[in-house]
């Protein structure tokens, strides 16, 4: 007897399910898609613990009739292509026709959809792939599908979601791109009750970027809007001085459809060419309209990737209309440089936001001018000598406050005689070699700052006293929607860590202050970014993980770098603290000092 059989419909459902419906934001992602492909002018998503107890998607657009409507959760069920040669020029979103089917078979289900010329529209309860119920309805046109316990039927594909935080994040990340995508159809989002994005569908692209970036963002846009070999470039890209630690905000349209695109995006990266320093990325928000003949989107099944037959010519089209764009902005800050110091310490500690701004811009350039890469090395060669030598002394002296008041840091006082360690040179200046009460120790002496700086905060942190330096100029952060919602949740935590946060309307934050440690290095830049990638970890790490991983980055941020010159003086500062916190090991587990003993040291020279 043979050994093949064929699956059984409902194996294949799940199997297909799991190439198409990997997590929650999938499932937005196809039931949105549908609504923009039936004609939908508005769709709201509703979401509860991050898609993992409830989905919904309720929209305008054209509905199903009753037939279609059981028809529409077969697998390979789709009004959208007839032919096989319909599927080289798409014009909709979908086409696959297993997103329903796939969505259907591992939740429970509801839809409700009515088309106009229809009496009356139609209910179905769908659990597992199998129709349960049916009824007739009075509703309105339109489809209302209610997606719940996703994956409850396989339990493995469950155990895989992520926290909350991050299945909300990735579903509002969809939602981002299909707003900016659609312009003209008006997008909301909630989540647990809370309005995460809202757009209003007006057409306008620069209204929807304000939506999800914030006013600050959206104002330093530059428009693009160029043709050429019959392909037609739209869309904004920020200036140069506007930009991101990476590249999660490059969206890339082509078509209307949104896709992953390393060419499109080496294209932008390099029609900015220098304008950009090292490891910053621009916001990009760019359409590219071809011939569909000249794109295959069928390449994956979640449709993120796609294929140019002529890469070459889309490659040049998007390098071009970036660079045409960039040429005719004016990108010549409008500031004047900062003359007298003593005119910004009168800013008061809540500017009004136009004076704000023009201030603001200082800041940026001035960052810009001293170059803040995070290659130390690279920075050492732009620094004074005497600058570098100030902010060294800075890290490991005390520091001046806003009032001029001299901070007291309990490690700036040292008597070489209380040390049992005592400095007696550097190597590679990265190094400290020190003598014992037994022999000799070699300190790494990034490694050992490190771990001092994170003793200091964690006893601080537990204390609730961790040490703030108020801004004399609060730094300004301009998130997405999300990234605020996350920061609004954990402000009171971040004030513990140092940081005084203030809300500054639209998804705009103010830094009032931070750390006294990261206020030593004297770097707008590095300020933040670090509370940048703070934002981001706090998508991820639970409570005492994120409370632990932030003072790890933050004493990694604030400890003296490897390369750089230390004084006697400062050397001698950094062992005193070693000695009194007993430092074995990095934060991050490497070890922090080797030890030769007298006794090895006479076994060695063979004197023993
Ligand atoms: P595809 O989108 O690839 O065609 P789906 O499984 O996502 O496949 O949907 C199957 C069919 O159900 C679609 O082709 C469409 O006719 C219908 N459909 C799905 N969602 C909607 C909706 N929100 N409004 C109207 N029709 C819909
Ligand atoms: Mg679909």
């Not at 890469?373 to 030598?389: C, D, H, I, L, M």
Request: glycine fraction near 6%.
């Amino acid at each position: 007897m043979g050994k093949i059989e064929l699956l059984s419909e409902e194996v294949a459902n799940k199997i297909a399910a799991g190439e198409v419906i990997e997590r929650p934001a999938s499932v937005v992602k196809e039931l949105v898609e549908n609504s923009i492909d039936a004609g939908s002018t508005r769709i709201k998503v509703k979401v509860e613990d991050g898609g993992k107890k409830l989905i919904q998607v309720v929209d305008d657009g054209e509905g199903m009739a009753a037939e279609d409507a059981k028809l529409a959760f077969e697998r390979h069920a789709t009004s959208k292509v007839k032919e096989a040669n319909d599927l080289f020029a798409l014009r909709t979103l979908g086409f696959r026709g297993e997103a329903l089917s796939s969505i259907a078979a591992v939740s429970r289900l509801k839809l409700t959809t009515k088309r106009e010329d229809s009496l009356s529209g139609i209910k179905l309860r769908i659990v597992g792939g199998a129709v349960e119920k049916e009824e007739s309805c009075g509703c309105q046109v339109g489809t209302n599908i209610l997606v719940k316990d996703l994956f409850f039927n396989t339990p493995v594909r469950y155990k895989y979601l992520r926290q909350t935080s991050t299945e909300i994040g990735h579903i509002s990340d969809i939602i981002n791109r299909l707003s900016l995508a659609y312009p003209e159809i008006s997008f909301s989002l909630e989540h647990n009750g809370r309005q995460l994005l809202e757009t209003t569908g007006n057409g306008n692209l620069l209204d929807v970027i304000f939506n999800i970036y914030g006013r600050d963002v959206a104002k330093d846009m530059i428009k693009v809007d160029y043709q050429q070999d019959y392909m037609k470039l739209t869309g904004f890209i920020s200036k140069p001085t506007t930009t991101r630690s990476s590249r999660k905000h490059h969206s890339y349209f082509v078509n209307g459809r949104f896709i992953k695109s390393a060419l499109m995006s080496k294209a932008v990266e390099e029609a900015y060419h220098t304008l950009l320093t090292i490891n910053r990325h621009p916001i990009v928000v760019l359409k590219l309209k071809l011939n569909p003949i000249l794109v295959d989107v069928n390449v994956h099944p979640t449709k993120l990737k796609a294929k140019f037959s002529r890469g070459n010519i889309v490659y040049k089209v998007v390098k071009d209309g970036v660079i045409k764009a960039i040429k005719g902005s004016d990108l010549i800050p409008k500031l004047e440089l900062k003359e007298d110091n003593k005119q910004e310490d009168e800013v008061k500690k809540e500017p009004k936001k136009q004076e704000y701004q023009q201030k603001n811009l200082n800041l940026t350039t001035e960052a810009k001018k001293t170059g803040s890469k995070p290659n130390y090395n690279q920075e050492t060669k732009q620094e004074s000598k005497e600058v570098r030598a100030k902010k060294i002394e800075r890290l490991f002296g005390g520091i001046e406050d806003s009032k001029g008041e001299q901070i007291q840091e309990e490690s700036s006082q040292y008597n070489e005689e209380d040390l049992s360690l005592v400095p007696i040179g550097q190597i590679h200046q990265s190094y400290i070699i020190a003598q014992g009460v037994d022999g000799m120790y070699v300190i790494d002496q990034h490694a050992a700052h490190e771990r001092v700086i994170y003793q200091q905060l964690l006893q601080k942190y537990k204390e609730e006293q961790v040490k703030i330096q108020e801004l004399l100029l609060p730094l300004k952060l301009d998130l997405t929607h999300q990234e605020a919602q996350l920061l609004a949740e954990k402000e009171e935590q971040l004030a513990k860590f140092g940081f005084l946060l203030e809300e500054f309307g639209g998804n705009s934050y103010l830094i009032q202050g931070v750390p006294v440690q990261l206020y030593k290095l004297d770097d707008q830049e590095l300020i933040l970014d670090t509370i940048y990638k703070l934002i981001e970890e706090l998508d991820f790490k639970e409570e005492h993980h994120f409370a632990e991983q932030v003072l790890i980055m933050l004493s990694c941020k604030a400890a003296v770098k490897a390369g750089t010159k230390l004084s006697v003086k400062e050397m001698s500062s950094l062992l005193a603290d070693i000695e009194e916190y007993q430092v074995q090991t990095c934060p991050h587990g490497r070890p922090v000092l080797m030890h030769l003993s007298q006794h090895e040291l006479e076994k060695k020279f063979k004197r023993k």
